[in-house]
């Protein structure tokens, strides 16, 4: 049996509507997606930035360019969108909460150990893109950013924090 549940639990907030009951489950989360932002500020530093690479010309002269170490990005922001509809719309349809706590659990320990990427939606709300770039070692990161990038050659980013080894986030604008 599903059951409306309202911050109606006391007679003084009997008087509240049910819509500000809605607000607060959305901004719960949105709230702690901020906190875990904040909290990215302590995560180990790590970078890809741009390297010096010496260049002969033809006539012996020496010139110092700065080359990406990154060779191919792809937008990812799309990619797990289907993923998270899923989890939405099975919760809609688990009758119990106690099954919802159960199923969520299984889905976080899965999501959590399989250490491949951090998307959380919620960050697109504040700015975020997400990214995989493939490294000059042919190595495929995720990147969580607010910037826009297009251009493997363009790409420098001295300031990122590490999530795992394949994971990063760029917490500067």
């Known amino acids: 049996m599903k059951e409306q549940v309202t911050i109606k639990?006391?007679?003084k907030l009997s008087i509240i509507p049910d819509y500000v009951s809605y607000i607060l489950y959305f901004l719960?989360?949105?709230?702690?997606?901020?906190?875990?932002?904040?909290?990215?500020?302590?995560?180990?530093?790590?970078?890809?930035?741009k390297t010096h690479k010496i260049i002969?010309?033809?006539?012996?002269?020496e010139q110092t360019v700065?080359?990406?170490?990154v060779?191919?990005?792809?937008q990812a922001n799309n990619a797990f969108l289907p993923s998270y509809l899923g989890y939405f719309f099975v919760a809609l349809s688990v009758p119990y909460f106690e099954t919802l706590i159960f199923v969520f659990l299984v889905l976080f320990i899965f999501t959590?150990?399989?250490?491949?990427?951090?998307f959380n939606p919620l960050f697109l709300l504040f700015g975020y893109h997400f990214y995989y770039l493939t490294?000059?070692?042919?190595?495929?990161?995720f990147l969580i950013t607010r910037k826009i990038l297009k251009d493997p050659n363009d790409i420098d980013l001295p300031n990122l924090k590490r999530?795992?080894?394949?994971?990063?986030?760029d917490i500067r604008r």
Do not use: C, M
């Open 135 to 141: 490294t000059i070692n042919r190595t495929k990161v």
């Open 56 to 61: 002969k010309k033809d006539n012996g002269e």
């Open 163 to 169: 999530i795992n080894n394949f994971t990063f986030i």
């Open 112 to 118: 959590f150990f399989s250490q491949t990427l951090y």
């Open 9 to 11: 639990w006391h007679h």
């Open 28 to 49: 719960i989360p949105v709230f702690l997606t901020l906190i875990s932002l904040l909290l990215a500020n302590f995560l180990a530093k790590d970078s890809l930035e």
């Open 71 to 74: 060779i191919e990005v792809e």
């Open 66 to 69: 700065k080359t990406s170490k």
